[in-house]
């Protein structure tokens, strides 16, 4: 299945009526007639709805994020979901976990020699990190048996999903400087994009 296809699968994306603001109120006209699309400064406001492998489940706070469209990097479904939208438009968009920090893949759940790795820091449920040749080896402690370790090396947040309800707040040209993307500015919605315990949802 192509990007696209998959993008096209995983995207819940429903646009609901126009959200009435004082801005855009005030704003009917010029701002109404702008759309989501490349060269444009967006602002954006949002909240996030997390889902691990397990089914639990978080909601973040109401944020904000600012960003030029089609030069800072975001997620494939959020972009998908943001082109055309104008001032006032709400989109609720599905993330899935092959655009954050990947699916849970059973092939990663691995048997280790217990004997190999240091006994004082292996505790089920805990993730174990140690250097070695100047490499980190990190991995959850599934099981302890006598001389084996069931590890996972699966990304602690693999198969982790969110879903974004978004309302655009503000579109613009964006200036010869703002065109330039940096990370230093952390206008992305990837930076903006937090859990409520302050996990920054990309890997």
Do not use: W
């Not at 602002?43 to 639990?56: L, N, S, W």
């Not at 709400?90 to 280790?112: A, K, M, S, T, W």
């Amino acid at each position: 299945m192509s990007l696209v296809d998959k993008i096209g699968v995983a995207l819940k994306l429903r646009v609901n009526e126009t959200v009435e603001n004082p801005r855009t109120v005030a704003h009917k006209g010029a701002d109404q007639m702008m759309q989501v699309k490349e060269c444009m400064k967006v602002t954006i406001d949002f909240t996030i709805k997390t889902t691990t492998k397990h089914g639990e489940t978080q909601q973040s706070p109401p944020a904000t994020c600012t960003f030029v469209y089609g030069v800072d990097v975001q997620y494939p479904s959020v972009e998908a979901a943001l082109m055309n939208k104008k001032v006032g438009d709400r989109v609720q968009v599905y993330v899935p976990p092959e655009e954050i920090f990947g699916p849970h893949d059973p092939e990663l759940v691995r048997e280790l020699p217990r004997s190999d790795y240091k006994e004082e820091r292996l505790r089920v449920g805990k993730v174990y990190r140690e250097m070695r040749n100047r490499s980190l080896v990190e991995f959850l402690v599934l099981e302890l048996r006598d001389d084996v370790i069931v590890a996972d090396f699966n990304h602690p947040n693999a198969g982790a999903s969110a879903e974004f309800d978004i309302v655009i707040r503000d579109i613009r040209e964006a200036s010869k400087e703002e065109m330039r993307p940096s990370c230093q500015r952390g206008g992305t919605v990837r930076s903006c994009a937090t859990t409520p315990d302050g996990l920054l949802l990309s890997s």
